[in-house]
């Protein structure tokens, strides 16, 4: 299979196809340091990044703003001090789409990303 990062991210749409929960168990196996949580119903993936002080994870953080504008698919970012908090989630969609773990490979390759 292509490498998650490398596939195409499809339109956010309402009736997107929200993924199995085998597709789910699957898919995380490919980026190991994401956690699946569900708030107020909704799955969504997290992953919190560390960094040396408040600039660089200033400077992660619009690096992965950038790659999100990119394919119009967008995640919440709660920038810190040291500290970069993920979260992937199809918001028309409800859930977590294929497109969700394509990002978070995408925002893995970030962290090498100067
Ligand atoms: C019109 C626009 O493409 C949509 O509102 C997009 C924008 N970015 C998005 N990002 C995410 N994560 N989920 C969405 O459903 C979504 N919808």
Do not use: Y
């Not at 490919?30 to 107020?40: G, Q, V």
């Not at 560390?50 to 950038?66: I, P, S, W, Y």
């Amino acid at each position: 299979m292509t490498e998650l990062a490398a596939q195409a991210c499809e339109a956010c749409r309402a009736d997107a196809p929200l993924v199995s929960d085998e597709e789910l168990a699957e898919l995380l196996r490919e980026i190991p340091d994401w956690t699946p949580i569900a708030r107020d119903g909704v799955m969504q993936l997290e992953r919190v990044f560390k960094f040396r002080n408040f600039k660089q994870a200033l400077a992660f953080t619009n690096r992965v703003g950038e790659i999100a504008e990119e394919v119009g698919h967008h995640p919440a970012l709660l920038t810190e001090w040291g500290k970069v908090t993920v979260t992937w989630w199809s918001h028309e969609a409800g859930g977590l789409h294929k497109n969700d773990f394509i990002m978070a490979a995408r925002t893995d390759k970030q962290l090498d990303a100067e």
